[in-house]
């Protein structure tokens, strides 16, 4: 090979490995950090219990046929936006070309376009900090939550709607100006959305950023908002995929800082990669090509109107059995956003759902059982997905279909066992009162209990996946988010309490 | 967290990198293996001489209309087989939704199952060798070239068209029986085929293998595939996508065997991911997940019959002005395939391509000048690609679209910079004497010629990306399959010799 010119010669980066180790002990420093630098605890209490007051909107449930703006696309039936963007509600029909399953019909959220979930990370006092918004979204049931500092979909950004332009999003369109500290597209609700995702982005400045923005902004250790993501609906889910994404993986085992003997210390160290794992990231890999070479599940665009199981009236589209969801319009009359008025339609949950990792110690390192689930709206069609995900309602007693693995163990554990337990929203923008409760359970007993869709996978093989794509579902993602919270906060601070529900 | 029952408590694997070093010291010795231990190179030569004399088929250009087994489907004139499985030929509308291009129709092959491409990997005197397969497809100008171990689409081992079972499967359907090498989903052609992708899979076997197959099987060490390589035709588009997911990366810089100073040993070095890289992974993962998420490209099948700007005859789909490929269809009577005769649609491009790599040695680390590519018909949009990858008689003489960038630096470098130059096919199941010519060509000047969609890779983070799918297009895998073959052959083993064209 020739040699460049000498005078140009560029020097090399060091291998990722070697910033990773840094940058994960930095993820661990603000994990730690449970009192802030730029905002104190206290501090932060006023302004969101200020927030939470100030930033209030009308959400008024509407019949689609009312929604102003939208309309029902001749000849599909199809809920479109007037400008053809934001998202449109159409049809999915699901299929098994090897007849292993019968296949079912459903209305989808299709938005082909790539959003933004940006999170700005500084340092004050040495600890890295993030800068979160408190955020109305319609569909959330107490109104304001943390989002990340943007959250944003292509059509907010390129100004579709004609409203104020979006903060700091410059910091994610011109990221290789920063320290990008990660950098993924990752996927949303597989059940609801039609290959919706996002663009899941961290990047570091050192530059002075303005706070001030309407007074939306304040600036979180990550100790700070786990202490958040322990209490009910306070965390959004934006800001939780967003959070599982940050470089926690590539820790050294060596360099993890004390945090007691407890959790913390043991989650910390399951993060370094040196540390092993009950199945190689190659057999992880491996396992999951073979079962997406052998998913016969084949998704198809239908019209909304050709859906079959699903009454659509005046009022709303809801399955004839009235299980899964109903999609509504709903009226908003908003303070603090962009744009003050407006309609949309919104999917409405016909119940709570749950979302549980059983996690367990192997060798010392911590492992999640995760399950490849098959999922007609994910591009890659299956992804790593909790223990446990499902709305128990939708299925009759006596039925024990796949979905319900492990429910029990997850519902029937122990107080003790319980590691965290929280009511947690869904995309305000896209749902309506969609709660799940998320929990993450210990499993007491034998690790023997995988089958063709269950591993056991260490943290760190999580922290590696989430560099890339098409691995980690949202509800997945959610989960890590809520795991890491373990690091530092007080439900794991080592004395074994358990965490009030 | 809980611990598990001592008494069940399992021994933790360790991590990737522990194995993949040793991994990738096995992959140098058998690319330093010019001369095999299982099979000689003279009595390979006699086997394929043999292969070739005696496994011919005529193949013979039908029009599209007598087809038999295939027909134009009611409403919308797609190509398909009367089983509804193998294939169909469609349309695709591909459109800019940011106006950034007019958008274009073009037909295109839809096959939604995931095939298999599988290499069985054995040890003979402690070098691996690896499985190859002698295969006449009917697309192939030359008839035999070398195929992996096995080569099926998912009709061809469900046994749709009622022939011979596929030999050696089993190892691939149960690969976790043995050790797995590489395992990942790859894509192909974005421009010939809608989301298309196989399993590219290599699993190592330590049992005895029957190799008495029809004669069609012979194992060989990188080093012996690597020099048919250079030559023109015989490793077949097929083989060069799995060896380029080999293992290489995860080397050990101390540990690379020793080939004299040579190019050979640079190769070697470059595959150990210690040795850093122009850009960390960390920054090339967010250059793409950019492109990905400002792309405005999306693609949606229409019906053939409805395809703009191509004639469509009882003879051939063409285009108006004659470019890109035409749809035809040949009737094939074959000696050695599971069924005899039949007849079925192939894309006959209507020229020959050009496929080249930029390579240049950056702090002696052998970097090659990917284009992170949009192509309509990979399930991403956006995947990395060669520096040239064009049919340059598509484009007036005038125009220099992008995709011509680079084209003349690589055709016009003096042969003492020409590190690889072979004519090669693309899939002869699918693609009518679709012939590129493959080159690797040293970059001798500034490197700092990247622009938005260039950028400088070195060959170990190629090697990581490989592990995962959506990242790497098969004609730069092919390439990645070449470059490794100047490891031990005779056009890199120091001499400073050119390789014959």
Not at 261 to 285: Q, Y
Request: hydrophobic residues 40%; negative net charge.
């Amino acid at each position: 090979m020739a040699h460049v010119f000498p005078a140009v010669a560029p020097p090399l980066r060091p291998p990722d490995r070697q910033g990773a180790v840094r940058t994960a002990a930095r993820m661990a420093e603000s994990a730690l950090a449970v009192e802030g630098v730029a905002t104190g605890s206290g501090e932060f209490r006023d302004w969101y219990a200020g927030r939470v007051r100030e930033d209030v909107a009308e959400v008024r449930r509407i019949p689609l046929a009312e929604l102003s703006g939208w309309c029902r696309e001749p000849g599909t039936g199809n809920l479109v936006h007037d400008s053809g963007r934001f998202f449109s509600v159409e049809g999915l029909a699901a299929e098994d070309a090897e007849g292993g399953f019968p296949g079912w019909d459903q209305p989808v959220i299709r938005q082909p376009e790539i959003g933004i979930l940006g999170l700005v990370a500084k340092e004050f006092g040495g600890v890295l900090h993030f800068l979160m918004q408190a955020k109305n979204e319609p569909g959330n049931h107490n109104g304001v939550q943390l989002s990340p500092t943007v959250q944003a979909t292509r059509s907010n950004y390129t100004r579709v709607h004609r409203g104020a332009s979006v903060p700091y999003l410059d910091f994610f369109r011109q990221a290789d100006r920063h320290r990008v500290l990660a950098d993924s597209l990752q996927s949303e609700q597989g059940s609801w959305f039609d290959g919706k995702r996002n663009r899941n982005i961290v990047v570091e400045v050192s530059e002075e950023v303005e706070v001030a923005v309407g007074e939306n902004f304040r600036w979180l250790t990550l100790g700070q908002i786990h202490r958040l993501l322990a209490e009910d609906d306070v965390i959004n889910m934006d800001a939780r995929s967003v959070l599982a994404c940050l470089p926690f993986g590539g820790a050294d085992e060596a360099a993890v800082p004390s945090a007691g003997g407890g959790p913390g210390a043991l989650l910390l160290r399951s993060c370094a990669d040196g540390t092993g794992a009950l199945h190689t990231t190659g057999e992880i890999l491996s396992w999951l090509a073979g079962l997406r070479a052998v998913s016969g599940l084949s998704a198809r665009r239908v019209p909304l109107d050709k859906v079959r199981g699903w009454k659509r009236t005046e009022e709303s589209v809801a399955h004839e059995d009235g299980r899964f969801f109903r999609v509504i319009g709903v009226d908003v009359r908003a303070a603090g956003r962009e744009v003050r008025q407006w309609t949309q339609p919104l999917i409405e949950p016909v119940a709570q759902g749950v979302v549980a990792f059983l996690v367990t110690e192997l060798g010392g390192v911590v492992h999640a059982l995760v399950n490849a689930r098959t999922q007609a709206g994910l591009v890659d069609k299956v992804e790593l997905a909790p223990t446990v995900q499902c709305v128990p309602s939708n299925y009759p007693q006596a039925v024990r279909p796949p979905q319900l693995r492990f429910l029990d163990e997850v519902l029937a554990a122990p107080a003790q066992r319980i590691r965290f337990d929280s009511r947690l929203s869904e995309e305000g923008g896209r749902f309506h009162h969609a709660v799940n409760r998320y929990l993450i359970v210990d499993w007491h007993g034998d690790h023997r209990i995988e089958d063709d869709t269950f591993r056991w996978i260490a943290l760190h093989q999580l922290a590696g996946l989430l560099r890339h794509g098409h691995y980690v579902n949202i509800e997945a993602r959610s989960l890590i988010a809520c795991l890491h919270s373990l690091t530092g906060g007080t439900a794991a601070t080592g004395t074994g309490e358990e965490v009030p529900a």
